[in-house]
T-cell receptor, first 113, second 115 residues
Framework: GDSVTQMEGPVTLSEEAFLTINCTYT??????LFWYVQYPGEGLQLLLK?????DKGSNKGFEATYRKETTSFHLEKGSVQVSDSAVYFC????????????FGTGTKLQVIP | EPEVTQTPSHQVTQMGQEVILRCVPI?????FYWYRQILGQKVEFLVS????????KSEIFDDQFSVERPDGSNFTLKIRSTKLEDSAMYFC?????????????FGPGTRLTVL
């Protein structure tokens, strides 16, 4: 079945450090890929998405590139802020109609001043 | 910006009681979903709903669960007889039709505590 594997957390970084959260996937079809973010006490917010190979999704300084050859969708940010502290979920869905989202386990990021 | 809303934000119930979790999806969306997240675990798919019927359900979604879109705006999840293991955060989501069907927008969640 479809699955998403992301790096274990928690990840602790100093403010302005470079962030990478690794994500790889397995899918039977041709998926769309997503990063969702969950801030403390809040719900899931769509951070960025990519729908085909070599697409780059970006938002709020975060980027991720859909790499079909390595089945990866790593999340990066050049300079993190304290306000980026949250849990980040990599996810996929197959194309076409009503398709469930398959989530990774989530990676908790803590940014310290 | 339109958003998915859910009520209540927190529900506490006794084991064996029925609960109804409510969601108002984004108004022009056609596909509706429920997911749950047990504390510290990954978000899991429960059910998808389209054109007034269930499209897909997971093995978690047994006979104790049901969904309904009673009035064209609300989307509800009912748990008939709650168990301790039903304690979780429940997320509603919706997605538009057409080319953007793959993007689901999530509500803030309802935390269900079964005592």
């Amino acid at each position: 079945g479809d699955s998403v594997t992301q790096m274990e957390g928690p990840v602790t970084l100093s403010e302005e450090a470079f962030l990478t959260i690794n994500c790889t996937y397995t899918a039977t079809g041709y998926p769309s890929l997503f990063w969702y973010v969950q801030y403390p006490g809040e719900g899931l917010q769509l951070l960025l998405k990519a729908t085909k190979a070599d697409d780059k999704g970006s938002n709020k300084g975060f980027e991720a590139t859909y790499r079909k050859e390595t089945t990866s969708f790593h999340l990066e940010k050049g300079s993190v802020q304290v306000s980026d502290s949250a849990v980040y979920f990599c996810a996929l869905t197959l194309r076409g109609g009503y398709q469930k989202v398959t989530f990774g386990t989530g990676t908790k990021l803590q940014v310290i001043p | 910006e339109p958003e998915v809303t859910q009520t209540p934000s927190h529900q506490v119930t006794q084991m064996g009681q029925e609960v109804i979790l409510r969601c108002v999806p984004i108004s022009n969306h056609l596909y509706f979903y429920w997911y749950r997240q047990i504390l510290g675990q990954k978000v899991e798919f429960l059910v998808s709903f389209y054109n007034n019927e269930i499209s897909e359900k997971s093995e978690i979604f047994d006979d104790q669960f049901s969904v309904e879109r009673p009035d064209g705006s609300n989307f509800t999840l009912k748990i008939r007889s709650t168990k301790l293991e039903d304690s979780a955060m429940y997320f509603c989501a919706s997605s538009p039709g057409g080319l953007s069907t793959d993007t689901q927008y999530f509500g803030p969640g309802t935390r269900l505590t079964v005592l």
